[in-house]
């Protein structure tokens, strides 16, 4: 059953999207991440708020001490000079007793009477349309960072002790109180108040007023600059994630383009792109595909080109057939009869041959890829197959000599039943070649890191120009002495088959010392623990 993404791992949501709008949404899901600075922002603004409060309390609790060591004349020369100094709007408010009304309380004194304004509230309708877009900003952040919302800030119409909440709170707690309020540009207004007592009995209650611009004017700087490197890093990273997408899915893209047209089998010839240039998985999943196609495509061929050789090869006996059966049913003499019925018999027995060798051939690349090799002592091996020929007179009166190696040395990893049907076939062809009496030698020695057997004859030997012939299917070429149609022309195709499916080597030399016959030699790769 084809296992879907999600089986192996892959959410569907992402199966679903393309790899670019992945690689993107990575990317911007990182962005969001530093984009949560804006956070930080509001926790800092809120930071340097109570900073300034305590700061504010300070100043005003050595204001009020200042103010009751002063002597009553020099009092309001005094807070027109801290106001002044501070930036700060300072007043009095005289009460007797708890008791009185504080709305009857109206202010005794007010620094600017003698400094003047020290900061002015601006009026946001009046501004140009960059403090209107700085405030949209402000409030969008606020709202977004669910930041705390202080109460508006505004001067009553007459002013008196009552237009002042938190200076009632310090007269009835009898302590410093601060509060954040709310300018109309947004900008925030410090208000604090204390309790001076006077020695002759009542008190005095100091408010101080101050804008707080520079609180906002911080902040936006400081946004400012986040969001010049969060624009700047945005550009960045979607441009670097538009080029790793272009880098990535466009050769991906033709990739599997080029692999639609080879499962297609449109063109004989689809050029898988190799990507030479690239170094990465992407340009190895190239060249592993375009290896791959080509391969496909020589496996293809191959077959082709079998299945034309097998119908040939099959004509010939099946005409032979055909014209000896025709031939029986107007034939009358009996000897010619006899010998049609042989005719017939040997084709029979070569159409069999023929159909067991191709089934063979066919069968060796898909059984080998699904062989499980072990430990081979081919020593063992070719002296068991050499034995079970003698034993069933398969040589005739031909010598086969076998110099056996020492036990353990010529083991390899493989197939034992295909191996030894290598040898087999390697040794069928030497002793079909060899003369009447003539010395069929095998061999099988260690060299290096490779196993090597060897199997020569006293025959003719095989010419220079077909020594990469003969292992071609259905390549023919017999000895004169033996009757026609008994090899398929199969066997040392099959040889060589099963020789590189085991990592090795085939080929087809003189013997030495010009010795006259044909080796074949077998290169294996020797096993090791």
Same mark, same amino acid.
């Given at each position: 059953?084809?296992?879907?993404?999600?089986?192996?791992?892959?959410?569907?949501?992402?199966?679903?999207?393309?790899?670019?709008?992945?690689?993107?949404?990575?990317?911007?899901?990182?962005?969001?991440?530093?984009?949560?600075?804006?956070?930080?922002?509001?926790?800092?603004?809120?930071?340097?708020?109570?900073?300034?409060?305590?700061?504010?309390?300070?100043?005003?609790?050595?204001?009020?001490?200042?103010?009751?060591?002063?002597?009553?004349?020099?009092?309001?020369?005094?807070?027109?000079?801290?106001?002044?100094?501070?930036?700060?709007?300072?007043?009095?408010?005289?009460?007797?007793?708890?008791?009185?009304?504080?709305?009857?309380?109206?202010?005794?004194?007010?620094?600017?009477?003698?400094?003047?304004?020290?900061?002015?509230?601006?009026?946001?309708?009046?501004?140009?349309?960059?403090?209107?877009?700085?405030?949209?900003?402000?409030?969008?952040?606020?709202?977004?960072?669910?930041?705390?919302?202080?109460?508006?800030?505004?001067?009553?119409?007459?002013?008196?002790?009552?237009?002042?909440?938190?200076?009632?709170?310090?007269?009835?707690?009898?302590?410093?109180?601060?509060?954040?309020?709310?300018?109309?540009?947004?900008?925030?207004?410090?208000?604090?108040?204390?309790?001076?007592?006077?020695?002759?009995?009542?008190?005095?209650?100091?408010?101080?007023?101050?804008?707080?611009?520079?609180?906002?004017?911080?902040?936006?700087?400081?946004?400012?600059?986040?969001?010049?490197?969060?624009?700047?890093?945005?550009?960045?990273?979607?441009?670097?994630?538009?080029?790793?997408?272009?880098?990535?899915?466009?050769?991906?893209?033709?990739?599997?383009?080029?692999?639609?047209?080879?499962?297609?089998?449109?063109?004989?010839?689809?050029?898988?792109?190799?990507?030479?240039?690239?170094?990465?998985?992407?340009?190895?999943?190239?060249?592993?595909?375009?290896?791959?196609?080509?391969?496909?495509?020589?496996?293809?061929?191959?077959?082709?080109?079998?299945?034309?050789?097998?119908?040939?090869?099959?004509?010939?006996?099946?005409?032979?057939?055909?014209?000896?059966?025709?031939?029986?049913?107007?034939?009358?003499?009996?000897?010619?009869?006899?010998?049609?019925?042989?005719?017939?018999?040997?084709?029979?027995?070569?159409?069999?041959?023929?159909?067991?060798?191709?089934?063979?051939?066919?069968?060796?690349? &898909?059984?080998?890829?699904?062989?499980?090799?072990?430990?081979?002592?081919?020593?063992?091996?070719?002296?068991?197959?050499?034995?079970?020929?003698?034993?069933?007179?398969?040589?005739?009166?031909?010598?086969?000599?076998?110099?056996?190696?020492?036990?353990?040395?010529?083991?390899?990893?493989?197939?034992?039943?295909?191996?030894?049907?290598?040898?087999?076939?390697?040794?069928?062809?030497?002793?079909?070649?060899?003369?009447?009496?003539?010395?069929?030698?095998?061999?099988?020695?260690?060299?290096?890191?490779?196993?090597?057997?060897?199997?020569?004859?006293?025959?003719?030997?095989?010419?220079?120009?077909?020594?990469?012939?003969?292992?071609?299917?259905?390549?023919?070429?017999?000895?004169?002495?033996?009757?026609?149609?008994?090899?398929?022309?199969?066997?040392?195709?099959?040889?060589?088959?099963?020789?590189?499916?085991?990592?090795?080597?085939?080929?087809?030399?003189?013997?030495?010392?010009?010795?006259?016959?044909?080796?074949?030699?077998?290169?294996?790769? &020797?096993?090791?623990?």
């Amino acid at each position: 059953m084809p296992k879907n993404d999600s089986a192996l791992g892959t959410p569907e949501a992402a199966a679903r999207t393309s790899l670019t709008s992945r690689i993107l949404a990575v990317n911007i899901f990182a962005l969001a991440m530093l984009a949560g600075g804006f956070f930080y922002l509001d926790s800092y603004r809120s930071q340097l708020i109570d900073a300034r409060l305590e700061e504010t309390a300070t100043q005003v609790r050595l204001i009020a001490e200042a103010y009751s060591v002063t002597p009553a004349r020099g009092r309001n020369a005094l807070l027109a000079k801290f106001g002044a100094v501070t930036d700060t709007r300072l007043r009095i408010y005289h009460y007797r007793s708890p008791r009185d009304r504080a709305a009857e309380v109206h202010v005794r004194f007010d620094s600017w009477a003698l400094s003047g304004p020290t900061y002015r509230l601006r009026d946001p309708s009046v501004e140009d349309w960059q403090k209107q877009a700085a405030r949209f900003l402000d409030r969008s952040i606020d709202m977004i960072v669910g930041a705390d919302r202080p109460q508006n800030f505004y001067e009553p119409r007459v002013d008196t002790l009552a237009a002042w909440p938190l200076t009632l709170t310090a007269a009835r707690k009898q302590e410093i109180v601060t509060e954040v309020q709310r300018a109309p540009d947004r900008t925030p207004m410090i208000l604090a108040a204390i309790v001076i007592y006077q020695p002759h009995g009542g008190g005095d209650i100091l408010l101080s007023t101050e804008n707080q611009r520079d609180i906002t004017r911080i902040v936006r700087a400081e946004r400012l600059r986040l969001s010049v490197v969060l624009l700047f890093v945005v550009i960045v990273s979607v441009s670097l994630s538009l080029f790793l997408a272009r880098t990535i899915v466009r050769p991906l893209r033709r990739l599997a383009l080029a692999a639609h047209r080879v499962r297609l089998g449109r063109a004989r010839e689809v050029q898988v792109p190799r990507l030479p240039d690239r170094r990465d998985e992407i340009g190895t999943l190239a060249r592993a595909l375009s290896d791959m196609s080509l391969a496909l495509r020589q496996r293809i061929d191959a077959t082709e080109a079998f299945a034309a050789d097998v119908a040939h090869e099959l004509k010939n006996p099946l005409a032979s057939l055909r014209s000896a059966v025709d031939s029986l049913g107007i034939v009358s003499d009996p000897a010619l009869q006899k010998q049609l019925i042989d005719v017939v018999r040997d084709d029979v027995g070569r159409l069999d041959r023929l159909i067991t060798d191709i089934a063979e051939a066919s069968r060796v690349d &898909a059984e080998l890829a699904r062989a499980r090799f072990e430990s081979v002592d081919l020593g063992t091996m070719i002296e068991g197959l050499l034995a079970t020929r003698e034993g069933r007179g398969l040589n005739g009166d031909i010598r086969v000599a076998f110099a056996r190696p020492h036990r353990g040395t010529a083991v390899v990893f493989g197939d034992g039943f295909r191996l030894t049907r290598v040898v087999e076939n390697l040794v069928e062809n030497a002793v079909s070649f060899s003369p009447p009496g003539g010395l069929v030698q095998v061999a099988a020695t260690r060299d290096g890191d490779d196993v090597v057997i060897r199997v020569e004859d006293e025959g003719p030997g095989v010419l220079p120009e077909d020594r990469e012939a003969i292992f071609n299917r259905f390549h023919s070429d017999r000895p004169a002495t033996e009757a026609f149609g008994r090899h398929s022309g199969l066997g040392l195709a099959i040889a060589k088959a099963i020789a590189e499916g085991h990592n090795g080597t085939i080929v087809a030399t003189d013997r030495e010392n010009a010795a006259q016959g044909a080796r074949f030699m077998i290169r294996l790769p &020797a096993w090791s623990r």
